[in-house]
């Protein structure tokens, strides 16, 4: 065999190589953020993904780099709540490709990035992020009525 073969023989291999680890992957398909929070209701976060051939071994939420929620389905208990400063984590479930939690948001008017992570199990422990910002409104609904009815008038 020449040296021109060998090298054919070797770049198909890297090529199927390539594409088998493309077909299976594992991503976050979406994740659900408000955009804006009143922090007089509770506001949902949903972090959805696939793992195709992988094996999960954790969903963790983050409010900016403070960790609020894990999952992780082969430890007693399952999910796991954080409260860090400008959030109460309310709760949270999940099933083979989502995760939702329920967290209060600030009484005062605050922003926030908020990640959500997979992991795929040992050994090699392959992450998966994706972050969304968020902002916290903290004005009385009349407050912005009257704000309105001024600007209107002003015209």
């Known amino acids: 065999m020449n040296l021109l073969n060998i090298r054919n023989v070797k770049m198909t291999l890297l090529l199927l190589i390539g ?26 976060l949903s972090c959805h993904f696939i793992m195709d051939d ?7 939420l983050y409010r900016d780099l403070d960790e609020i929620f894990r999952y992780n389905p082969s430890q007693k208990p399952q999910i796991r ?6 959030v109460m984590v309310q709760g949270g479930e999940c099933e083979s490709e989502w995760c939702l939690v329920r ?3 600030a009484p ?24 969304l910002l968020a902002f916290t409104i903290t004005r009385q609904p009349c407050q912005i009525e009257i704000r309105l009815l001024l600007v209107l008038r002003e015209y």
């Open 54 to 60: 992988y094996e999960l071994h954790s969903v963790k």
């Open 103 to 105: 967290v209060m948001p």
């Open 81 to 86: 709540l954080y409260n860090v400063t400008g």
């Open 108 to 131: 005062v008017a605050t922003q926030a990035a908020y990640t959500c992570e997979i992991s795929t199990e040992g050994p090699k422990f392959m992450i998966a992020k994706k972050t």
């Open 19 to 44: 594409l088998c680890a493309m077909t299976s992957a594992y991503k976050i398909t979406q994740l659900k953020v408000p955009l804006y929070a009143d922090p007089r209701r509770a506001a949902e």
